[in-house]
């Protein structure tokens, strides 16, 4: 965790509320596209086949002031949506960066889950199964899992490996396919995070970047992506996995390779 995020804030040390950070270990305010692909442990399946870098705020106690560590992210990589046709799906360019969510948000996406970036629900229980989704944190069960899942457009420009917001340079699919405007169609990003509930629940838990009183935890849900794949290892999954429409389970290459270790 630190209060850096080397997309909005790059070369500010501490410039940012507090985030939690996944994939590359070496990611601070000074990182790079250089860097990302380049240097740095990384604590995915795989190990520095993916030194992607993956953020999100951190989830704060608020009745303690302290932040909470999250059990893991899970990350899928998936084929086409809204007219996408998984044939037309290119690998990402390398240094590729986004964001998903609204920071700055004070009240509710009153999109359907479906047409929202951002959704919460709780996941996970004894049984195995999970509450259906919501634009704000829902209180859970000790034992459970608060989950935020965070959708990324999968339409890009072609030119641009970030924009002034950090996310006009990507579009979604209208449902057609992507449009003229981001022609290139890319995996879609997407990210599951979970933290345990304890004993005492979660009613006191906001994100780091929630800068609203009252209403529920959550609604500035955002999440940051930058690409730090190894462009061989990419190819792989890309042509045997999300182009053949193929379910390759969570670390598998699709050519038998499976992705494992990590480490910070």
Known sequence: ??????????????????????????????????????????????????????????MIDTSTGAAIEPAFLISYYKSGYLGVSPSEIQAFPPGLRMISGRSTATSPDPAPSWRRPVNWNCGFDSTGNGTEFSPGMQQCAPGQFVRLTLAFPQCWNGRDLDSADHQSHMAWADGTGCPASHPVAVPQVTMNFYWPVPAGGNGAWRLASDMYDGGVAGWSGHADWWNGWDPAVEQVWIDRC???????????????????????
């Open 1 to 58: 965790m630190a209060f850096d995020d080397p997309i909005v804030a790059p070369g500010r040390p501490g410039g940012s509320h507090l985030h939690t950070f996944f994939g590359n270990a070496g990611v601070d305010a000074f990182s790079t596209a250089a860097t990302i692909a380049g240097s740095g442990g990384s604590t995915c399946r795989g190990g520095t086949a993916n030194r992607s870098a993956y953020w999100v705020p951190s």
């Open 242 to 264: 999300v182009r053949a429409g193929v379910d390759c389970s969570v670390e598998m290459l699709g050519d038998g390779r499976e992705l494992v270790g990590g480490s910070f």
